[in-house]
């Protein structure tokens, strides 16, 4: 099954502890991205990769880490969390930008930072 | 300031009646993406318009692009529990990042 695959779905974690997002797509896409999303703000990119090894900050990047080493792969590493990060999180794929079949979204990840 | 406006933020139908949700850009849009979430669950795809007074259906979901390329409808005909959830719309701009709207949060009633 062609899906975007995040881990883990829930996480409670206190300041300061590292701590990484796992991203996965089984569907050879070339782009990927995430987003958080926040009550009223609805979803904001927080870093994106065009391809392997290419990645650039999206409109909140602050406080997040990413790497593209591999093409299915896109973790998010948060490496000193403070409750502000505290959000929905959301991997997304597609084959381009503007992907005539839309993106495909992981499940999310529901991070608490206390 | 957000680029794309969504509205209206919430919206409550009874059970078989129509609905439109609205979605409005400053910017000319280069593409525009329709979604749907559960609540806290992941974003399914529901169609894209890139073309200027195009109009695209799936089920009893139409969506169409306005001829300026700035606005988007989402027009759900005969709304059943199915349908309720929250619609985003996404837009690109150029060739850069996509951006969401705050979403519309839609309630289905008997």
């Known amino acids: 099954e062609a899906q975007v695959t995040q881990n883990p779905r829930y996480l409670i974690t206190v300041t300061g502890k590292k701590l990484t997002v796992t991203c996965s797509q089984n569907?050879?896409?070339?782009?990927m991205s995430w987003y958080r999303q926040d009550p009223g703000l609805g979803l904001r990119q927080i870093y994106y990769?065009?391809?392997?090894?290419?990645?650039d900050k999206g409109d909140v990047p602050e406080g997040y880490k990413v790497s593209r080493k591999e093409k299915r792969n896109f973790p998010l590493i948060l490496e000193s969390p403070s409750p502000n990060q505290t959000s929905l999180y959301f991997c997304?794929?597609?084959?381009?930008?503007?992907?005539?079949?839309?993106?495909?979204f992981g499940s999310g990840t529901r991070l608490t930072v206390v | 300031s957000q680029e794309l406006e969504q509205s209206p933020q919430s919206l409550i139908v009874q059970e078989g009646k129509n609905l439109t949700i609205n979605c409005t850009s400053s910017?000319?849009?280069?593409?525009l993406y329709w979604y749907k979430q559960k609540y806290g669950e992941g974003l399914i795809f529901l169609m894209m318009?890139?073309?200027?007074?195009e109009e695209k259906s799936h089920e009893k979901i139409t969506a169409k692009l306005d001829e300026k390329k700035q606005q988007s409808s989402l027009h759900i005909t005969a709304s059943q529990p199915s349908h309720a959830g929250i619609y985003l719309c996404?837009?690109?701009?150029?060739?850069?990042?996509?951006?969401f709207g705050t979403g519309t949060r839609l309630t289905i009633i008997p």
């Open positions: 997304a794929s597609s084959f381009s930008l503007m992907g005539n079949y839309g993106y495909t």
């Open positions: 569907m050879n896409h070339e782009y």
């Open positions: 990769s065009m391809n392997v090894e290419v990645t």
């Open positions: 910017k000319t849009l280069y593409g």
């Open positions: 318009l890139q073309k200027g007074g």
């Open positions: 996404g837009a690109a701009f150029g060739n850069e990042k996509l951006t």
